[in-house]
């Protein structure tokens, strides 16, 4: 293995942003899973009566919008772009950024949004057309120039598409970004919209949810004998990170440092995990060697825990190859339990959700968490929220095509509510 | 507290060590020079595919990256000698968001005059739909079965921006080696927007594939500078618009036609 640099530029958040099915707002998705509150419930935004799946975790319309600049304002007729767009401005509300220009990037993971199924219908049959303005706001990137524009960032702006890992992997790459001197601060993030015909179609077809139509409450059950499925959920998180000399000079909140980033791909089958965890152990060795932690030092795990036999095996199997016998000793939870899964965007809120828990010293549970799998045999948080001093937790994402993302989040001295 | 700060970061030496080339002019140094908007002449993925049951699930796009990746990898030679964890793949791709065809027979059965019915497409169009489209729609699928097929376990990204995508993954390549994420990284960009003009505005559209292979330059090699965009020479050929796949065919073409190396 590979020596870390030695010299680099260290990474602090100084600002975070959130809409998940708990709410809009950090404040609200924080009590939410500090509460083991369910969100999951009947699908709203269509008739899903004769779905295979008839429930998900939906996230709440925004009342009210920030103002964007015009060339931009058309990517707010999408829900996803709403979404987005409240949480970066409760983020930059939070940091208090100065104008930084070319200095200030921006590198969001976000997924291409679909059509209108009605509308995918007609077109087809007539052969018309989608209109340039709808094309570019189904963009995976749409979400990135959004924000960029509100910001006034000027400079490295990319877009992150690896499914569920996106937003994991944003927020990684924003670090390496200012580590490297592309810029000083940084909006990372994701955001993604998924309770539509068409992904609860397709995600149905490959049998990747829950079919408990009858019990929705009960769905998403992360690491318990009886899961079978995720939920699709939705949401947007984000965070503003920047070199911590910018952010001591300027007197910035600072709410957490992000010490750490790995990367890894499973290399294996395109939906599948490879059962001895190795991809996912990968990623947590990485991410511990860049922040220059052992297992010793972790104190929370925040997991992928999808809530599918396989991702929450496999994920548990990584965690013990990564942790040793540590991981038998580190508080583990997964938030899906409650948020259903955001895919694009869960690992930034799961990342902001790790600041909290830092922050605050509190840990969210595993909710339906009745009967732990035995072939998961973690220090599961189950049903209600531990407390305790965190100094550095681990959050997870992995993704179909096999890549996995883990960051590192450290407690910042004298960070509090 | 981790990661001290001490001093400027140390980059170990990189070169670029195989370059790729599908695009519309040839495959490899033919497509180096000429060339119009059009397909990839000659290309027949089942001579670059060995995955059978994989090659289903690849878009033309996807088919292009993973024949793209491959010859890559074999020009460079060197991959076995490295550990899987230690080999990197950078992609720059367009959204896929499935080939709406495949829904078509679903959707049909769901629209009749009074227009469409959501409910008669859940309870008779979705059996029609192929379990596996969504996965056919993966953005990543060229990480995800180039990876598969080359066991290149290490630091990767997947990046959708467009013609920026192909650029910031030859970059994240660089980077990745030059500051010991990865021995080697497989970085470059996949894209087939023909049939795409009439969405684009009607501009002449071509498809391509180009990947670049960087690694830690061995003593005597050359040592390649970070890349940027204002080292490579005018191409005077219009090979139509090739999305994700713009940059790095474009490198791939200064580097095989001899205006960059």
């Known amino acids: 293995m590979h020596s870390p640099p030695p010299a680099r530029r260290r990474v602090v958040i100084t600002g975070?942003?959130?809409?998940?099915?708990?709410?809009?707002?950090?404040?609200?998705?924080?009590?939410?899973?500090?509460?083991?509150?369910?969100?999951?419930?009947?699908?709203?935004?269509?008739?899903?009566?004769?779905?295979?799946?008839?429930?998900?975790?939906?996230?709440?319309?925004?009342?009210?919008?920030?103002?964007?600049?015009?060339?931009?304002?058309?990517?707010?007729?999408?829900?996803?772009?709403?979404?987005?767009?409240?949480?970066?401005?409760?983020?930059?509300?939070?940091?208090?950024?100065?104008?930084?220009?070319?200095?200030?990037?921006?590198?969001?993971?976000?997924?291409?949004?679909?059509?209108?199924?009605?509308?995918?219908?007609?077109?087809?049959?007539?052969?018309?057309?989608?209109?340039?303005?709808?094309?570019?706001?189904?963009?995976?990137?749409?979400?990135?120039?959004?924000?960029?524009?509100m910001a006034g960032a000027l400079g490295p702006m990319s877009t992150v598409s690896t499914a569920c890992t996106s937003s994991s992997q944003s927020v990684g790459e924003g670090l390496l970004r200012i580590r490297r001197g592309e810029a000083d601060a940084m909006i990372v993030g994701g955001v993604d919209v998924l309770v539509d015909p068409i992904m609860v179609t397709g995600f149905s077809k490959l049998g990747a949810l829950s079919q408990r139509n009858d019990d929705p409450a009960t769905a998403s059950r992360p690491f318990d004998l009886h899961r079978d499925g995720f939920v699709l959920g939705e949401g947007a998180g984000f965070l503003i990170i920047e070199d911590l000399e910018l952010a001591e000079r300027r007197g910035a909140t600072i709410l957490a440092e992000l010490s750490g980033f790995g990367c890894s791909c499973n290399a294996y089958r395109i939906t599948d995990s490879p059962p001895d965890g190795r991809g996912a152990?990968?990623?947590?060795?990485?991410?511990?060697?860049?922040?220059?932690?052992?297992?010793?030092d972790i104190d929370y795990i925040n997991a992928h825990g999808t809530s599918t036999p396989m991702n929450d095996s496999?994920?548990?199997?990584?965690?013990?190859?990564?942790?040793?016998?540590?991981?038998?000793?580190?508080?583990?939870?997964?938030?899906?339990?409650?948020?259903?899964?955001?895919?694009?965007?869960?690992?930034?809120?799961?990342?902001?959700?790790?600041?909290?828990?830092?922050?605050?010293?509190?840990?969210?549970?595993?909710?339906?968490?009745?009967?732990?799998?035995?072939?998961?045999?973690?220090?599961?948080?189950?049903?209600?929220?531990?407390?305790?001093?965190?100094?550095?937790?681990?959050?997870?994402?992995f993704g179909f095509g096999g890549s996995n993302g883990t960051l590192v989040i450290s407690r910042w001295p004298g960070a509090s509510a | 507290m981790s990661s001290p700060v001490v001093g400027p970061q140390t980059l170990r030496p990189v070169t670029l060590s195989a370059v790729s080339l599908f695009c519309p002019a040839g495959i490899g140094p033919e497509g180096a020079r000429g060339g119009a908007p059009g397909p990839v002449p000659g290309f027949q993925p089942v001579k670059w595919i060995p995955d059978r049951k994989g090659l289903k699930l690849m878009s033309r796009a996807v088919q292009l990256g993973v024949a793209a990746v491959r010859q890559a990898i074999a020009l460079d030679g060197t991959l076995d000698e490295l550990p899987p964890l230690r080999r990197a793949l950078f992609v720059g791709a367009s959204p896929q968001t499935g080939d709406p065809e495949d829904l078509r027979p679903a959707l049909d059965k769901a629209l009749g005059p009074a227009g469409f019915d959501l409910d008669k497409f859940a309870r008779e169009g979705i059996d029609l739909i192929h379990p596996l489209w969504l996965v056919k729609g993966l953005s990543n699928n060229v990480l995800g079965f180039a990876s598969a097929a080359h066991d290149l376990q290490g630091t990767n990204a997947n990046w959708c921006d467009g013609e920026d995508g192909g650029w910031t993954a030859i970059l994240e390549g660089w980077d990745a080696v030059a500051e010991g994420r990865a021995d080697l990284a497989v970085a470059g960009g996949a894209d087939a927007l023909i049939g795409a003009e009439g969405l684009l505005g009607g501009v002449a559209c071509g498809e391509g594939a180009a990947f670049l292979v960087w690694r830690v330059a061995r003593p005597g090699e050359r040592v390649d500078p970070r890349p940027h965009k204002g080292q490579l020479p005018p191409d005077g050929s219009d090979l139509g618009r090739l999305g994700a796949a713009t940059w790095p065919v474009r490198y791939a073409r200064a580097v095989l036609g001899g205006g960059l190396r």
């Open chain 1, 16 to 149: 975070i942003g959130a809409v998940t099915p708990h709410g809009v707002g950090v404040d609200a998705c924080w009590a939410g899973v500090i509460e083991g509150r369910n969100t999951i419930g009947p699908i709203s935004r269509f008739n899903a009566a004769s779905f295979p799946v008839r429930f998900a975790a939906e996230a709440p319309e925004p009342e009210t919008l920030p103002e964007v600049p015009p060339e931009v304002a058309h990517i707010l007729l999408d829900l996803k772009g709403r979404l987005a767009a409240v949480a970066a401005a409760e983020a930059l509300a939070m940091a208090k950024l100065p104008p930084l220009g070319a200095r200030l990037g921006v590198c969001l993971g976000s997924e291409a949004a679909r059509p209108d199924l009605a509308e995918l219908a007609v077109r087809m049959r007539s052969g018309e057309l989608p209109g340039a303005l709808e094309l570019d706001r189904m963009s995976p990137a749409a979400p990135t120039r959004l924000v960029a524009a």
């Open chain 1, 281 to 296: 152990a990968q990623s947590m060795e990485a991410a511990l060697e860049d922040a220059g932690l052992s297992p010793e």
């Open chain 1, 314 to 397: 496999s994920e548990a199997a990584g965690i013990v190859r990564a942790l040793g016998e540590r991981a038998a000793e580190v508080p583990t939870s997964s938030t899906k339990s409650m948020t259903g899964h955001l895919v694009a965007a869960c690992g930034a809120v799961e990342a902001i959700f790790c600041v909290l828990a830092t922050r605050d010293g509190v840990m969210p549970p595993t909710r339906n968490l009745e009967q732990p799998d035995p072939a998961c045999p973690l220090r599961h948080i189950p049903n209600a929220a531990l407390r305790g001093p965190v100094r550095h937790a681990l959050t997870n994402a």
